[in-house]
T-cell receptor
Framework: GDSVTQMEGPVTLSEEAFLTINCTYTATGYPSLFWYVQYPGEGLQLLLKATKADDKGSNKGFEATYRKETTSFHLEKGSVQVSDSAVYFCALRGSQGNLIFGKGTKLSVKP | DGGITQSPKYLFRKEGQNVTLSCEQNLNHDAMYWYRQDPGQGLRLIYYSQIVNDFQKGDIAEGYSVSREKKESFPLTVTSAQKNPTAFYLC??????????????FGSGTRLTVV
């Protein structure tokens, strides 16, 4: 069945460091892919998405490129801030239209 | 402003009691979802509803029940049959079929603790 695998956390970085959070997926065809962010004690917010191969989603300095060859959708940011500290979830649209989430990666950014 | 409201934010329940978590949306979304979040487990789907008066079980429906009598509302009841109900519960919604690429809108969650 469809599934999403994210790198294990937590990830701890210093402010202004480069961020990569790996995400790979298993699915039939080429599903839409999403990154969501969850700040402490809150629900999830859509960060970015890509709906077809080679698309790049971007928002708030974060980027992710849909790579069908490697079935990946890695999240990157060139310079993280303390305010980026959160849990990040990779997700794909399953065959029945529901979102299937990875387990989440906690990011802590130190000043 | 449109959005999803979950209430209460914190809920305490004694063992053996049923409890109902509220989820209301004013986004005119057709589909609504309930997820459970546990540390290190990600989000697991409990129930979902694509239209009023219809709903389907997700991956972990045992010990839970839902209703969808109105488009705006999708309450979740955690019954005494749920073996380990302490968790963070998230409600989400989205537009109907054909809008899957728009993603979901989430509520701010309810943290349920069994004491």
């Amino acid at each position: 069945g469809d599934s999403v695998t994210q790198m294990e956390g937590p990830v701890t970085l210093s402010e202004e460091a480069f961020l990569t959070i790996n995400c790979t997926y298993t699915a039939t065809g080429y599903p839409s892919l999403f990154w969501y962010v969850q700040y402490p004690g809150e629900g999830l917010q859509l960060l970015l998405k890509a709906t077809k191969a080679d698309d790049k989603g971007s928002n708030k300095g974060f980027e992710a490129t849909y790579r069908k060859e490697t079935t990946s959708f890695h999240l990157e940011k060139g310079s993280v801030q303390v305010s980026d500290s959160a849990v990040y979830f990779c997700a794909l649209r399953g065959s029945q239209g529901n979102l299937i989430f990875g387990k989440g990666t906690k990011l802590s950014v130190k000043p | 402003d449109g959005g999803i409201t979950q209430s209460p934010k914190y809920l305490f329940r004694k063992e053996g009691q049923n409890v109902t978590l509220s989820c209301e949306q004013n986004l005119n979304h057709d589909a609504m979802y309930w997820y459970r979040q546990d540390p290190g487990q990600g989000l697991r789907l409990i129930y979902y509803s694509q239209i009023v008066n219809d709903f389907q079980k997700g991956d972990i429906a045992e010990g839970y029940s839902v209703s969808r009598e109105k488009k705006e509302s999708f309450p979740l009841t955690v019954t005494s049959a749920q073996k380990n109900p302490t968790a963070f519960y998230l409600c989400a919604s989205k537009l109907g079929p054909g809008y899957e690429n728009y993603g979901y809108t989430f509520g701010s969650g309810t943290r349920l603790t069994v004491v």
